[in-house]
Nanobody, 123 residues
């Protein structure tokens, strides 16, 4: 079993920044992807960003491109999401996920999920 522990959420004004982190523990696979999804009230879970461990290749959802940056630290088994230029529409619960599927933008491809961390962006 893999455990994912998230941190870094909070309340920020529009235009501000937050840095989310997710630490993985337990059994992991070298070819896993780790990703970030978010879910706003009444909406489906939305892909934000993902990264593959072996290649360090990042992937971004349309809303994240140009504003968010995903990075990983292999030694610490940690993935980060640097969020800049935050907008009210970025508000939601952000979830860290881990899995071995190539379909990194689909929530169903991930096997493990963190508890979520709330991000609220005020106008």
């Amino acid at each position: 079993q893999v455990q994912l522990v998230e941190a870094g959420g909070g309340l920020v004004q529009a235009g501000g920044s937050l840095r989310l982190s997710c630490v993985a523990s337990g059994r992991t696979f070298s070819d896993d992807a780790m990703g970030w999804f978010r879910q706003a009230p009444g909406k489906e879970r939305e892909f934000v960003a993902a990264i593959r461990w072996l290649s360090n290749s990042p992937y971004y959802g349309d809303s994240a491109k140009g504003r968010f940056t995903i990075a990983r630290d292999n030694a610490k088994k940690t993935v980060y999401l640097q969020m800049n230029g935050l907008k009210p529409e970025d508000t939601g619960v952000y979830y860290c996920a881990a899995g071995s599927s190539d379909i990194v933008a689909m929530a169903s491809a991930y096997d493990y999920w963190g508890q979520g961390t709330q991000v609220t962006v005020s106008s």
